[in-house]
């Protein structure tokens, strides 16, 4: 696979982007705004479960050069970092189209949030995840910044010195056990993962004998970029437009939320005689190679070799055979996570024996 059809390939991932901007241009056409608003959720939860069934996985791994070449490829390291302005565009453009509608139906805004957070929370939190681990500081800042944009900055923090630490252990509030709901595990994991970023954050300064309420504090760095990002909104189109981008990244979070409890549920690392946890390996994660939502996500499903090598890029993620492997993509496993009775009946047998 060369690199130029690697980054072709690579850029399916602004996809659900270009959906919402299709959808703006589809209600400026027609008139129909509220069907607008409803395309961008019906193409990533109904077409798009239907068209990875149909296309099917892709399980083949890059051979040694084409790794190499990856890992060289200026394009394919600059691409997720292309998000960041077009979330922008996204965020503060549909602002704009909906206060040039001259409605003040707060119905349309609520509909038109929901749009744009579940496009925001691939666009934003999934290409931020592939940023914050990233060793470059202008990658990881674009991260912080696209996470801002959602009101989750913290996740920068929680994620790297917390989730990947802590992964599949009770430890951690993003690692579902089994049998657990993912109403219940959404509405404590939003609860908990603010908080521990700030405990990661207070204990950093402490260390340099630093106060929690200061300026080198990441986490307040990040949520007073959120908060300037409101008043933008406010100055644009007052509480209505604050009120779209707060939902907007309540979408997306809570978006984000259902994705981790898909990744990693029911698989528990074993405590040894020590208290210590076992290192994390490809047995701790969910593996799903569908071809067609990875290349939306930017490899993020083939999140079993991103817990066991958590520097490796998206590009060079490899398919594991023998760790765990969820029946579908994410779209169509997050459909099934809302109805627990029968996502327990499909997953629990795929749980590793140990693990049932």
């Known amino acids: 696979m060369s690199v130029f059809y690697r980054s072709c390939s690579a850029m399916l991932a602004f996809v659900p982007a270009l959906l919402l901007v299709l959808a703006l241009i589809f209600s400026q056409k027609t008139g129909l705004h509220y069907v607008g608003a409803l395309l961008p959720v019906l193409c990533l939860y109904g077409l798009l479960p239907l068209l990875d069934y149909l296309i099917g996985t892709d399980t083949r791994n890059p051979d040694p050069i084409e790794e190499q070449q990856f890992r060289q490829s200026a394009l394919l390291r600059v691409l997720p970092m292309l998000a960041l302005p077009l979330q922008v565009m996204l965020l503060f453009g549909t602002l704009l189209w909906l206060q040039a509608q ?105 260390r340099h004998h630093l106060p929690a309420w200061h300026w080198r504090n990441e986490v307040l760095g990040w949520y007073a970029l959120s908060l300037s990002i409101a008043l933008i909104c406010y100055l644009l189109g007052g509480w209505p437009a604050v009120m779209v981008f707060l939902l907007q990244s309540l979408v997306a979070v809570v978006e984000l939320e259902v994705i981790n409890y898909i990744e990693h549920y029911g698989l528990q690392r074993q405590q040894q005689e020590n208290g210590r946890y076992v290192r994390p390996t490809e047995m701790h994660s969910w593996n799903s190679s569908y071809r067609l939502s990875n290349l939306l996500l930017f490899q993020l499903q083939r999140h079993a070799d991103h817990h066991a090598n958590p520097n490796r890029a998206y590009p060079i993620l490899r398919h594991i055979e023998h760790s765990p492997q969820l029946p579908a993509g994410y779209a169509s496993m997050m459909l099934l996570a809302l109805f627990p009775p029968l996502w327990r009946k499909v997953i629990h047998p795929r749980l590793p024996p140990q693990q049932r």
């Open 102 to 206: 001259q409605q003040t139906s707060l119905s349309l805004w609520f509909c038109w949030a929901l749009a744009l957070g579940v496009v925001s929370g691939i666009n934003a939190i999934n290409t931020a995840h592939e940023l914050i681990h990233r060793p470059s500081s202008v990658e990881r800042g674009c991260g912080g910044i696209l996470l801002s944009l959602v009101c989750y900055g913290g996740f920068k923090v929680e994620h790297i010195r917390g989730h990947h630490v802590n992964v599949a252990t009770p430890l951690d509030r993003s690692s579902a056990p089994r049998n657990q709901s993912v109403y219940h595990f959404v509405a404590g994991a939003l609860r908990h993962n603010v908080h521990q970023a700030w405990s990661l954050e207070k204990q950093r300064l402490a």
